[in-house]
C-alpha cells in the first residue's frame, strides 16, 4: 500500500467515527439537465468501473462487510464494467446475465481544490440505475433511489475531499415486485424439490429482458450558492408570434430556503442560428417572439422540431450570477373527440417515438 493510499482510506476511516457529525445528504429530484454555461462546470464520471456482483444465496454480503468503506478490489475480486451500460450484455458470463439481487460498483475520482475556493456547490446525478440504487462517497450514504427510469441527485458540496482521491459506491439491486414499474414476482423454491436453501428466481409477464445496470451517464456538476433551481415553461401561438410563458424556482443556502427569489433575472431568446430575437427581466412572466418559427413534427415543415434557446441567469443580490441555456419549441397541443393537433393542425400519428436527445421529437 502506498502512502497516498494510506492516508485516503484513514480518511475514509475517520470521517465513517464523525458520519454523525456530518450534515446528512439531501436526496433531491432529478433536477435540470446538467449543462455548462459561464457559472456552472461538469466532470464526468462514466467509463470503466469495478464492478462485483453479490453471492445470489447470500445477497446481503455487501451490506454485512460493508464494502463500500473502501475501494471494491481491497475486500475482493473485481471486473472491469462500462458505465453506463447493462451489466447483463458486457460480459460473457451465463451466470451475470441471469443475475438476480445485488451488485456493486465503483470508481475512485478527483474534483479541483478550486471548486472549494470559489465557494461552489457540488451536485451528483446518476441519470438512471435499474432498479433500487443507493449511492455512498467515501463510505457514507449520500442518497438512495427506486425505480431504474428516473435521475438520481444528491448535492455533495460538503462531502466532498477538495484536491484529494474520492470513493463513490454504488449498490444495485434488479429485483422487480408487484409494485415495481415495470412488475415483477419473486419465487422461492424449496430444499425439497432440489433447491438449494433460499433459492429463488424472477418472474414476469412482460416480452422484454429485465436489462439492469447504470444506465446513463453519471456526472459531477457545479453551481453559485444560489442557483436557478426549476424552469417551467409553456408555449402559445398569436398569428406569426409565438409566447413563452416561464417561471422560474431559485435554491440558496444564503436563505437556507428552496425556492428563494434571486435579486435579478434576465432573459434572452436565440434563435437557432444563435441570434438574440427577444429578451425580458423578471422571474416569470410572458416573452413574445415576432414571426416566430414554430415547432413541427418530422414531415410537417420545412424545418422540424425548430429549437429556440432560452438564456436565463440571475443573480443572488452580491453581483454572481448563474445562467443556464433550455432549449424550447413554441407549439401548441389541441384534443377532441376526433383530432390530436400541432399549431391547430390534426396530425395523424403512425407510431410513437420520443427520445430527449432528439430535437424533433421534443
Given at each position: ?55 445470489r ?45 445485488w451488485?456493486w ?58 484536491g ?8 444495485l ?6 409494485q ?14 432440489g ?10 409477464d ?22 436557478i ?38 432573459i ?21 417572439v415576432?414571426n ?9 415543415a ?5 429549437l429556440?434557446?432560452l438564456?436565463?441567469?440571475i ?15 413554441i ?15 390534426p396530425?395523424?400519428?403512425r ?12
Amino acid at each position: 500500500m502506498d502512502s497516498r493510499t494510506f492516508v485516503v482510506l484513514g480518511i475514509f476511516f475517520c470521517l465513517s467515527i464523525l458520519a454523525k457529525d456530518l450534515p446528512v445528504a439531501e436526496a433531491l429530484w432529478g433536477g435540470l439537465y446538467p449543462n455548462e454555461s459561464p457559472s456552472r462546470e461538469i466532470k464526468t464520471l462514466d467509463g470503466v468501473w469495478n464492478f462485483r456482483r453479490a453471492p445470489r444465496l447470500d445477497p446481503d454480503q455487501g451490506f454485512r462487510e460493508e464494502w463500500y468503506n473502501q475501494p471494491l478490489k481491497k475486500s475482493g475480486s473485481v471486473i472491469p464494467m462500462a458505465v453506463p451500460s447493462s451489466y447483463n450484455d458486457i460480459t460473457q458470463d451465463k451466470s451475470l446475465r441471469e443475475h438476480i439481487g445485488w451488485v456493486w460498483y465503483d470508481r475512485m475520482f478527483v474534483v479541483p481544490s478550486r471548486w472549494q475556493e470559489d465557494n461552489l456547490r457540488v451536485f451528483l446525478r446518476l441519470g438512471s440505475a435499474h432498479y433500487h440504487a443507493i449511492i455512498y462517497l467515501n463510505g457514507l450514504e449520500i442518497a438512495s433511489h427506486e425505480g431504474g427510469h428516473l435521475p438520481i441527485r444528491a448535492e455533495i458540496t460538503n462531502f466532498l475531499l477538495y484536491g484529494q482521491e474520492n470513493l463513490v459506491t454504488v449498490a444495485l439491486n434488479n429485483i422487480l415486485t408487484p409494485q415495481t414499474i415495470p412488475q415483477g414476482k419473486i419465487v422461492y423454491h424449496n430444499e425439497s424439490d432440489g433447491y438449494p436453501n433460499n433459492y429463488f428466481i424472477q418472474t414476469y409477464d412482460f416480452d422484454f429482458f429485465n436489462y439492469a445496470g447504470i444506465h446513463r451517464p453519471v456526472v459531477l456538476y457545479t453551481t453559485p450558492q444560489t442557483y436557478i433551481e426549476d424552469i417551467l415553461i409553456n408555449t402559445d401561438i398569436d398569428g406569426a408570434d409565438g409566447i413563452i410563458t416561464y417561471n422560474l424556482t431559485t435554491s440558496s443556502v444564503l436563505s437556507n430556503l428552496h425556492g428563494t427569489r434571486a435579486t435579478e433575472c434576465v432573459i434572452e431568446v436565440l434563435d437557432k442560428l444563435g441570434e438574440p430575437v427577444a429578451n425580458t427581466t423578471g422571474c416569470s412572466g410572458t416573452i413574445r417572439v415576432a414571426n416566430a418559427n414554430f415547432w413541427w413534427p418530422y414531415m410537417m415543415a420545412a424545418q422540424p422540431g425548430y429549437l429556440y434557446t432560452l438564456w436565463i441567469s440571475i443573480n443572488d443580490g452580491t453581483g454572481r450570477w448563474d445562467s443556464y441555456p433550455e432549449k424550447v419549441g413554441i407549439r401548441t397541443v389541441g384534443l377532441n373527440s376526433t383530432n390530436l393537433s400541432i399549431n391547430d393542425v390534426p396530425i395523424y400519428i403512425r407510431g410513437l417515438g420520443k427520445h430527449e436527445d432528439s430535437d424533433v421529437s421534443l
